[in-house]
C-alpha cells in the first residue's frame, strides 16, 4: 500500500515557475514508477511525467518537454515536478500516481492516487 500526497500548487502568472512535490508513505515506493497527471476544467486526466523507479528513466507529454523536469529521491520518498514556462493552459488539478507499469500514460495504468493540488495561470 502507497499513500501519496501532493503539495506545491498555487496561483502564478504565465512565465512563472513551480515546483510540486509529491511525498508518499511506504515501505516500498522505491519499487514503483511515479506519474504526474493533469485535469484541466472539463477535460480529461492527462499524463504529465513520469518517472521510473530506480529515476534512470523519464518520460513527458509532447506539451511540456524542455518546460518540466520530474525528478525523485528515493531515501525521503518524494518526487518532485519543477513547471518553467508556465502557460494559462497548465491550469489544472494536477496529481501523482504511483504504478508498477512503465510504459503506460494511462491514468488506469497506474494503481495509487494523491488528491491533487491545484496549479492555476492567469495571463
Known amino acids: 500500500q502507497v499513500q501519496l500526497a501532493e503539495s506545491g500548487g498555487g496561483l502564478v502568472q504565465a512565465g512563472d515557475s513551480l515546483r510540486l512535490s509529491c511525498t508518499a508513505s511506504?515501505?516500498?515506493?522505491?519499487?514503483?514508477?511515479v506519474g504526474w497527471f493533469r485535469q484541466g476544467p472539463g477535460k480529461e486526466r492527462e499524463f504529465v511525467a513520469a518517472i521510473r523507479a530506480s529515476g534512470g528513466s523519464t518520460n513527458y507529454a509532447d506539451s511540456v518537454k524542455g518546460r518540466f523536469t520530474i525528478s525523485r529521491d528515493n531515501v525521503r520518498n518524494t518526487v518532485s515536478l519543477q513547471m518553467n514556462s508556465l502557460n494559462p493552459e497548465d491550469t489544472a488539478v494536477y496529481y501523482c500516481?504511483?504504478?508498477?507499469?512503465?510504459?503506460?500514460?494511462?491514468?488506469?495504468?497506474?494503481?495509487?492516487w494523491g488528491q491533487g493540488t491545484q496549479v492555476t495561470v492567469s495571463s
Open positions: 500516481a504511483a504504478g508498477v507499469v512503465w510504459t503506460t500514460t494511462r491514468p488506469g495504468g497506474y494503481n495509487y
Open positions: 511506504g515501505r516500498t515506493f522505491s519499487s514503483y514508477t
